[in-house]
């Protein structure tokens, strides 16, 4: 009888410190998993972005009407805050291609540094997001970060082509 009771307690020793799943560990992969989930590129991670998003004023809109590069970006980065990553995701030669038409393109009247400087850094943000796209071994919060990029280069282009009009316009009435 002791003996019976000796290995029922062995037993009962051994199946407790035997390590089943637990609840911990299981909420640990559970928050893993929805870490993982939200540095995917999707389109409410891209809305979650904090920064500031200019859009072309009017007088912006009439400005840029005729540099068609521009109207194209506006409609890729349009895709791109849906999450559409496939101009940006394609063979890098294509973004060349696309860059150095958009750069010889800017129209006259906005051919100023403050602007020049923005398109180099939109195109520089541009071939980054590309060639993270591209390659497998980059995570998805480098990703995620690089669609930023562009975002905000783009809206800092906004921002100073809205400033060089409004600098215009002040000039016209001082000197009148």
């Known amino acids: ?21 637990n609840e911990t560990s299981a909420n640990e992969n559970l928050e893993q998993q929805e870490v993982q989930e939200s540095l995917k590129i999707t389109e409410k991670s891209i809305e979650e972005f904090q920064f500031t998003d200019y859009v072309l004023s009017s007088d912006g809109e009439k400005a840029v009407s005729n540099w068609e590069k521009y109207q194209e ?11 559409d990553l496939s101009f940006f995701n394609g063979e890098s030669n294509l973004i060349t291609e696309f860059i150095e038409e958009f750069k010889s393109n800017v129209p006259e009247d906005l051919e100023t540094n403050p602007i020049v400087s923005r398109v180099v850094v939109l195109e520089t943000a541009m071939y980054r997001l590309n060639a993270n796209l591209t390659l497998d071994n980059i995570e998805d919060e480098e990703k995620l ?16 082509i809205n400033k060089k009009l409004e600098r215009d316009i002040y000039d016209r009435i001082t000197v009148e």
């Open 73 to 83: 970006l506006a409609i890729q980065i349009s895709y791109l805050k849906k999450a």
């Open 1 to 21: 009888m002791k003996q019976g009771i000796l290995i029922l307690n062995v037993f009962l020793l051994i199946l407790c410190a035997c390590d089943g799943p």
């Open 145 to 160: 970060m690089s669609v930023k990029a562009v975002l905000v280069a783009f809206s800092n282009l906004n921002n100073q």
